[in-house]
């Protein structure tokens, strides 16, 4: 009997009796469906089945207008990702019809039809349900490929996510020109600061001879809006500008081009002599200034769209202009100079410091040198040349305050560089989301031009009207499955890609589309992890250097992963904490101090200067105290120090067992994978606070007021 004849009060019955097997097998599909293995490659471009029916029910083929690689690309990734999710199959074309989702960059949409939209800025798109000679259409347009590329994955997620597709407009620029990432990989294949493998590029001194790592790689940061990628080490290989090896690089361009990333690699200040062959690097050499330019016509002959350089002088034993007695604004200009004619750029690093400072000089201080370097030569900087300014002005640790430089630039280029990989922060075999540290970053408001002047504002150029400006991640992806060895980690190169295209987001959204698209729709998975990572910076820093800006006190000698607090002090290297018998921090003030913080501006001066309004999470980094000092929480010092070890390792202990619930909902792969992670996070976290604490109780003699550490011992 057909279903509608049956009378109403039978239908309600039947109705209750289908209900009633839908919950007795749903556990069993959910269960066949998560069992399956997934190796985390996929990353959030997963494209997981969507259980409704009715979307984009109207549209029933993709109608691409062009003819780019970049073009193609978007269409076949749209084609492909709704298959994936509808288990419907849209047909590529490129003749408009009705009930067409329509590609294209601006130009090639019907004059009527442009005249009606506000276009986009470079790299921007349009989602727009529409009618396009007389056609009902959903139209995704971009002001060039690359902005169609990344319409297309803005829609592939509003449909993953679930959001209403119904009547769209909506209209995206990015934040910036620059969006890159930075992989520290080095030509025999391994990686600095890289826990996710060997390097997807390189091995044995040559580009890898298969490519397809580096074409999906491409696909997952055009999926983000990320539009260029530096592929080798900051300490650069001089074989990179060989000519036997540029046609390599050439290789690894073409990969990158379909998706709308541009190639960029980093160079070696002393090139002109260690490739050349002059007898001098100087930059004011008139055969130096004539190298560089016959090199970049080498290059872009072979890679037209090259995105630039990227260059690390004068640091940590690279050479750089201070061997002529030449400025940086002098060094970089010169490479500028010979990019220019292409469109490329010159990123050139402030991470210039003596690594060998004097210990017993109270006035040395590490976190002075950015500025010291180049505040004075503001202005003097063309304007296809970049300064590359980490966000604190130490060294990628669990905490920092603001660089002091990046309000300082008011007339040069300067992009903002954060740390994907966590080098100080874990290093992917700890569980610790960046982004809620990045916002803190993005949001503080430096009042370099009288206030309203947040970072993330000033480092995309908006601030003080520079022509290039932007953010830029150290990935350090690599050949393990999941490209970065531990799939929570994944969060944060998703994260740095999402606020590097539109900072104003929040942590707590990134996260929530992170984890959907990564582990699908179940409420339980989605609340606990989203939870577990938002929860994970502060979980660390209290286990690692406690909320007082102590730094990381990893082993800043060795491995900067283990605990180390003896490490810092009484070496050149710059990242005291001063820690003696009698009290603990760095005095940065200007009236007792190095004088690190004058180099702000006033109102923010004033800030870190009094320890009445300095903030707890802070105040060890600007001010030496003694333990028994006590904060604003109305706790000392030295009992802040002991709790947050313990709270931390506590909280890190939860992870794991929260993780567990999970067992079942998640595919068996990931979630042992994770759990493995997880399991070991929480013991490190336990070796943590016994270090951290006895070294400080063995420091102080002060005993634990909870009776955990020990009892007062006289100091030796």
Request: glycine share 10%; aromatic share 10%.
């Amino acid at each position: 009997m057909a279903l509608e004849s049956v009378e109403p009060a039978t239908k309600s019955t039947g109705a209750r009796f289908f209900r009633r097997v839908a919950s007795l097998l749903l556990p069993i599909v959910i269960s066949l469906v998560t069992a399956r293995a997934e190796s985390g490659h996929d990353a959030w471009l997963r494209y997981a089945p969507i259980h409704d029916a009715s979307v984009l029910q109207k549209y029933d083929r993709i109608v691409v207008l062009g003819e780019t690689e970049v073009l193609q690309s978007a269409g076949t990734e749209l084609a492909r990702g709704l298959q994936s999710m509808l288990g419907r199959t849209l047909p590529l074309q490129k003749e408009m019809s009705s009930g067409a989702i329509v590609l294209g960059i601006l130009p090639s949409l019907p004059k009527q039809l442009r005249n009606r939209l506000l276009a986009p800025a470079t790299d921007g798109y349009l989602l727009k349900t529409t009618t396009m000679q007389g056609r009902r259409v959903l139209l995704v347009a971009g002001a060039n490929d690359r902005g169609v590329t990344y319409g297309v994955f803005a829609l592939l997620r509003h449909v993953a996510l679930h959001q209403t597709l119904d009547a769209l407009d909506e209209r995206q620029n990015p934040s910036a020109s620059i969006r890159w990432t930075n992989e520290w990989d080095n030509l025999d294949g391994s990686i600095e600061r890289g826990y996710g493998g060997r390097s997807i590029f390189f091995s044995a001194g040559n580009v890898l001879p298969e490519l397809s790592k580096v074409r999906d790689y491409a696909r997952l940061l055009a999926s983000v809006g990320i539009n260029g990628c530096v592929v080798n080490n900051v300490n650069a290989d001089t074989r990179i500008l060989t000519s036997e090896f540029i046609p390599q690089l050439a290789r690894l361009a073409n990969v990158f081009r379909t998706w709308g990333v541009r190639l960029a690699i980093a160079v070696d200040f002393a090139s002109p002599k260690t490739v050349g062959g002059l007898n001098t690097f100087d930059p004011q050499d008139p055969a130096v200034i004539a190298w560089w330019q016959r090199k970049s016509d080498e290059i872009y002959r072979v890679i037209p769209d090259l995105g630039g350089f990227l260059m690390k002088a004068d640091s940590e034993g690279r050479s750089g202009p201070s061997a002529y007695g030449r400025t940086h604004a002098q060094a970089a200009n010169v490479i500028a100079r010979a990019l220019k004619p292409y469109g490329g750029v010159l990123i050139y690093r402030a991470f210039v410091y003596n690594h060998h400072l004097d210990w017993n000089d109270l006035k040395a201080d590490r976190a002075r040198a950015a500025y010291d370097n180049f505040a004075s030569l503001d202005g003097s900087f063309d304007d296809n040349a970049v300064v590359q300014i980490k966000y604190g002005p130490i060294d990628f640790q669990v905490r920092e305050p603001v660089s002091p430089l990046i309000g300082a630039l008011r007339h040069t280029n300067q992009v903002l560089e954060l740390q994907i990989t966590q080098e100080y922060t874990g290093q992917q075999r700890h569980l610790c989301f960046l982004a809620p540290m990045w916002k803190e970053i993005f949001d503080f408001d430096l009042h370099a031009n009288g206030g309203n002047t947040p970072v993330g504002e000033i480092a995309s150029g908006r601030t003080f009207h520079r022509p290039v400006g932007g953010f830029v991640g150290v990935a350090d992806v690599g050949q393990d499955e999941n490209w970065l060895g531990f799939d929570l980690a994944q969060a944060n190169l998703y994260a740095f890609g999402r606020l590097a295209w539109n900072p104003a987001l929040s942590a707590r959204q990134t996260i929530e589309q992170w984890t959907h698209l990564t582990f699908g729709d179940d409420p339980k998975v989605n609340k606990t992890i989203v939870e577990m990572q938002l929860e994970s910076w502060p979980v660390y820093e209290k286990y690692t250097g406690s909320p007082l800006g102590l730094q990381s006190l990893t082993n800043i000698v060795g491995d900067h992963f283990s605990p180390g607090p003896e490490s810092a002090d009484r070496n050149g290297w710059g990242q005291w904490i001063r820690a003696d018998h009698l009290g603990v921090g760095m005095d940065r003030t200007s009236g007792t101090g190095t004088g690190f913080i004058g180099q702000y501006s006033p109102p923010v001066a004033g800030y870190y200067e009094s320890l009445r309004t300095c903030p707890d999470n802070l105040l060890l980094f600007f001010h030496h105290v003694p333990y028994t000092y006590v904060l604003h929480s109305g706790k000392s010092v030295i009992q802040t120090i002991f709790d947050s070890h313990y709270e931390g390792a506590d909280e890190a202990q939860g992870f794991s067992s929260r993780w567990k619930s999970l067992e079942g909902r998640i595919d068996d792969t990931r979630f042992r994978a994770v759990l493995s992670r997880l399991e070991y996070q929480a013991e490190q976290a336990k070796l943590w606070r016994d270090t951290i604490n006895g070294w400080f109780f063995s420091l102080s003699a002060i005993a634990d007021a909870k009776g955990r550490i020990g009892a007062t011992v006289p100091h030796s």
